[in-house]
């Protein structure tokens, strides 16, 4: 007998907190990643920094190719990367672009994160100029109020 699969829409529980992270650390890291970033095409380089639970943070810089729809983005190179480490629990998100004013996640990233947090604070950064009165913040569910999500079958 197979499993029955349901769909909802997840209810975010408003425990995004802008306290108790160290915010500049956060930010520091998408900044020095996004030099790494491989945009030969575009010349968008964009950086991200993922805080975990379990106290680290995890990097990721966009690798364009030249089939732009295999380009991997920054935000879900960090978030691969913690999963791999064996995270499934997120505290926070940085992300650095070269865009005035500063870039928020694309689509796919935002329904990638969303598989795992609604109400993960995100703040977005222009390099170069990435003080905190530039910072553009948000949440995940601001960006996404009503992502799709399939719960797994029990079992």
């Known amino acids: ?43 968008f380089r964009v950086g991200a920094a993922l805080l975990a639970a379990n106290g680290r943070i995890y990097t990721g810089c966009n690798v364009e190719n030249r089939v732009l729809g295999l380009t991997l983005c920054a935000e879900r190179g960090a978030l691969s990367a913690a999963v791999v480490d064996g995270q499934r629990t997120f505290v926070a998100m940085a992300l650095a672009t070269g865009a005035v004013p500063p870039s928020t ?42 992502p799709f999500v399939l719960d797994p079958p029990a079992g």
């Open 1 to 43: 007998m197979s499993a029955e699969r349901v769909f909802h829409l997840p209810t975010p529980d408003h425990s995004a907190t802008w306290e108790g992270i160290d915010w500049e650390a956060l930010v520091d890291a998408a900044v020095r990643c996004r030099e790494q970033a491989y945009a030969p095409y575009s010349d």
């Open 105 to 146: 996640p694309c689509g796919q990233c935002r329904d990638a994160l969303a598989e795992f947090s609604c109400d993960l604070p995100v703040v977005a950064v222009t390099a170069g100029a990435h003080d905190a009165p530039n910072w553009n913040r948000f949440t995940l569910h601001e960006l996404l109020p009503e």
